[in-house]
């Protein structure tokens, strides 16, 4: 069963934010895209378990990006490393080492594990970024007032965790360059990561006006309009995601969790049963099963999990 960015990031332990990540620089691929909403097969989980491995033990993206570099010079052969290529976590496994690298005695190289977790990190600080305050003055030169520049800073930023300064960053993008669907949901994305809802809210409002039919957004949206006490908004958000794309599966979860709030018990359970039919191996599948079981009483609000 092929998964969404928030059905992986639940698999492999690791935030949303960092699965989106993985995606913009091309770790992982979607096998398909349906309004901009993307879906990871077999394979990407694979990828994306190796590379959660990574971040819990502290190997930054740039040592990530430097090793992949070396492995795809060293064994062309090997098209999606972090897929096709086992990490070392605890040196049980057999394996020779030539130069910085670690490969089995056949000649299949692997990832060294405990050499990232210690290199480095190359990849420009973000101290060096400009201020956002630059870019509103008019006080950069024109290469770095690109929206393309202003987009990587802030992409930058928002891996780094520094919320409040890649919120800047995004909007000084947008101002650059204009309004922009994708710029404003992971702003969004930012907004809601560090705790301002209703700024989530509005920015998710705006890529919608850009693009009516961005699935993920308006899923999103209604997800956050949840959290915000508007149940109403937020079960019309979540329907009008399932008349653009009936078989998003994450959204016939929330919408379910949501008709439970309002106790509208007979719409709540025939979206729990069509979210089991879609994905009965997800991470919630099984308070989905105990939700029928329940026959679909009033759900706890303080349990909804966060965005799609």
């Known amino acids: 069963m092929n998964c969404t ?13 960092r699965v989106r990540a993985w995606q913009r620089r091309g770790w992982i691929v979607p096998v398909e895209e349906k309004h901009r909403l993307a879906y990871f097969d077999f394979t990407e989980l694979a990828a994306a378990r190796n590379l959660a491995a990574l971040v819990r033990a502290g190997v930054k993206p740039a040592t990530i990006a430097r090793k992949l570099a070396e492995i795809e010079r060293r064994a062309p052969h090997v098209r999606r490393p972090l897929a096709e290529l086992a990490i070392v976590l605890d040196g049980q496994q057999v ?5 910085d690298d670690l490969v089995e005695p056949g000649g299949q190289l692997r990832i060294d594990f405990a050499a990232l977790e210690h290199e480095p990190d190359d990849e420009p600080a973000t101290a060096t970024i400009v201020s956002p305050a630059v870019f509103l003055s008019r006080g950069l030169p024109p290469a770095d007032a ?4 202003l987009r990587q800073w802030a992409t930058q930023l928002d891996e780094a965790g520094d919320l409040a300064a890649a919120a800047e960053m995004y909007r000084a993008a947008l101002a650059a360059g204009g309004p922009a669907p994708e710029l404003c949901f992971q702003l969004a994305e930012v907004l809601y990561r560090a705790g301002d809802l209703p700024g989530a809210r509005e ?4 890529a919608l006006e850009l693009d009516e039919n961005y699935v993920e957004a308006r899923a999103n949206l209604g997800c956050v309009l949840a959290e915000l006490g508007q149940l109403e908004l937020a079960a019309a958000a979540f329907q009008g995601t399932l ?3 009936e078989t998003y599966a994450d959204v016939h979860y929330h919408l379910a969790r949501t008709l439970d709030e309002l106790a509208r018990l007979d719409e709540a359970a025939r979206h729990w049963r ?7 191996d997800s991470p919630w599948a099984d308070e989905a099963r105990q939700r029928l079981g329940d026959s679909c009483g009033p759900a706890n609000p303080g349990l909804r999990p966060g965005l799609t």
């Open 95 to 99: 394996l020779v080492r030539e130069g």
């Open 243 to 245: 008349h653009c794309h």
């Open 5 to 17: 960015a928030a059905q992986l990031a639940e698999l492999v332990g690791v935030d949303r934010s």
């Open 203 to 206: 920015r998710y409002y705006t």
């Open 274 to 280: 069509r979210y089991l039919e879609l994905a009965p």
């Open 146 to 149: 690109a929206p393309q520049q």
